[in-house]
């Protein structure tokens, strides 16, 4: 598409709004568009692709730009990254531009420190050092540098994925069955899937298939007592409804009275009739103590970092700090255990998290378990073998990689309360 000068200066006022990151990258953009209504499709995609762009590649882009200003960054970007020459640019540049440009087209990607190269801050590959080589680390970072897939799920309370191949295909979207989720569906481009009526008849739903995954691993049953403890905007509880075949109760408990609206519209296209959204004040909110003991299973989907997801949101790295892992992970600690009380003997916990860091999972369990007995812990791949689902190096832990899975980052550890507890 014609770069036009009114087009330049689009953009570079978009990545000026988003980029000292006060709040999340999308919703800075929806502002920025808000303020512009008159703005066609084409433009808020190049715009979004532009602004989404800069923030995958920051780091080399600041490079080339000295730390310099939004429209460097934009021109560093162009030239770079969206191979615009400079014949396309001169008109709409000045003259100290383009000797600029020359000079940043001969910089050497690969002659730069392994942080730059990745796209991470420093501070993220020094704790990905203590359990990633440099040459993992960099093909982590080039994958996360790339746009995620558009993965639906179709909801198997209303329909069969064989026959959402059909229907999409007639409305001449591509689509292929992911290859570990038995309900996921992997779309081709990034087509307006919540303008389809399949999507507004609550056929199926928006979800990575690293997500999927998860309800299968708590793999709940019709007829149970089952909690969606940080349900979020739902996405996993309406999956864990669908398994349960609407039967049983589903609890979907948020902090956010905001995000459990945004669940509802989606609630009522589902089908389902078992789920019971409610919001609580916190992890010891009187609503959780009148269910303690009483649960089948739950599933612990616990605030964390993001950084598994920052094909998506590649704002999260600047917004991320070791300070804020800290934080995350006695918060992550104080919800897992409050949670755990819910269970009755025999029950089973998944606790999840989107983050690539030992600090968010598998600390977080080994603490947890050495100061609740009572808990074991349960084989993910074993699970996932029962429910079908062969993942590749999954055992006690699960662990999904956008580099070796082609989904969000995921890690998953599933634990199961003594039917006879210790001491008795």
């Keep these: 598409m014609r770069l036009t000068l009114e087009r330049l200066d689009l953009l570079i006022a978009a990545v000026r709004k988003i980029l000292p990151l006060q709040a999340p990258a999308d919703v800075l953009l929806r502002q920025f568009f808000q303020d512009r209504p008159q703005l066609g499709q084409n433009d808020r995609n190049a715009i979004a692709e532009t602004v989404f762009?800069?923030?995958?590649?920051?780091?080399?882009?600041?490079?080339?730009?000295?730390?310099?200003?939004?429209?460097?960054?934009?021109?560093?970007?162009?030239?770079?990254?969206?191979?615009?020459n400079l014949r396309e640019l001169t008109p709409l540049i000045r003259e100290a531009e383009s000797k600029w440009i020359q000079q940043i087209k001969a910089?050497?990607?690969?002659?730069?420190?392994?942080?730059?190269?990745?796209?991470?801050?420093?501070?993220?590959?020094?704790?990905?050092?203590q359990s990633w080589s440099d040459e993992d680390i960099l093909r982590l970072g080039q994958v996360l540098q790339q746009p995620a897939p558009l993965d639906i799920r179709v909801n198997s309370l209303l329909v069969k994925r064989e026959e959402i191949i059909v229907a999409l295909k007639q409305e001449g979207i591509?689509?292929?069955?992911?290859?570990?989720?038995?309900?996921?569906?992997?779309?081709?481009?990034?087509?307006?899937?919540n303008r389809?009526?399949?999507?507004?008849?609550?056929?199926?739903?928006?979800?990575?298939?690293?997500?999927?995954?998860?309800?299968?691993?708590?793999?709940?049953?019709?007829?149970e007592m089952v909690v969606d403890f940080c349900a979020g905007a739902g996405g996993k509880t309406l999956l864990l409804g669908a398994l349960m075949h609407s039967r049983g109760r589903l609890y979907a408990f948020d902090v956010s009275e905001k995000r459990l609206n945004n669940l509802k519209p989606r609630l009522k296209r589902s089908g389902l009739s078992n789920v019971h959204p409610q919001r609580i004040d916190s992890e010891k909110d009187i609503k959780l103590k009148r269910l303690?003991?009483?649960?089948?299973?739950?599933?612990?989907?616990?605030?964390?970092s993001g950084l598994g997801t920052l094909r998506r949101n590649p704002d999260l790295k600047w917004r991320q700090s070791p300070d804020s892992i800290n934080e995350l992970q006695k918060k992550q600690t104080a919800i897992l255990t409050a949670a755990a009380k819910l269970l009755k003997p025999g029950g089973r916990l998944v606790y999840a998290t989107c983050s690539l860091l030992p600090e968010e999972n598998q600390q977080v369990i080994?603490?947890?378990?050495?100061?609740?007995?009572?808990?074991?812990?349960?084989?993910?791949?074993?699970l996932l073998a029962q429910q079908k689902i062969h993942l590749p190096d999954t055992g006690e832990f699960l662990q999904l990689s956008p580099l070796h899975h082609n989904t969000d980052g995921f890690f998953a550890a599933a634990l199961e309360r003594s039917k006879i507890e210790p001491g008795n």
């Design 53 to 84: 762009g800069v923030l995958r590649h920051r780091f080399f882009l600041e490079v080339l730009a000295e730390k310099g200003t939004a429209r460097k960054l934009v021109l560093a970007y162009l030239t770079r990254f969206q191979g615009m």
């Design 107 to 129: 910089v050497r990607l690969e002659e730069q420190p392994l942080f730059i190269q990745a796209e991470f801050p420093e501070w993220l590959v020094t704790k990905l050092q």
């Design 174 to 193: 591509e689509a292929h069955p992911t290859p570990f989720s038995p309900v996921g569906m992997r779309l081709t481009g990034k087509p307006a899937i």
């Design 196 to 223: 389809s009526a399949l999507f507004l008849s609550g056929k199926i739903e928006v979800q990575d298939e690293g997500s999927q995954i998860l309800g299968f691993l708590l793999a709940p049953k019709r007829g």
């Design 292 to 304: 303690a003991g009483k649960i089948d299973r739950v599933l612990v989907d616990a605030p964390c």
């Design 366 to 382: 080994e603490y947890f378990l050495a100061h609740h007995p009572q808990f074991s812990i349960l084989d993910c791949g074993e």
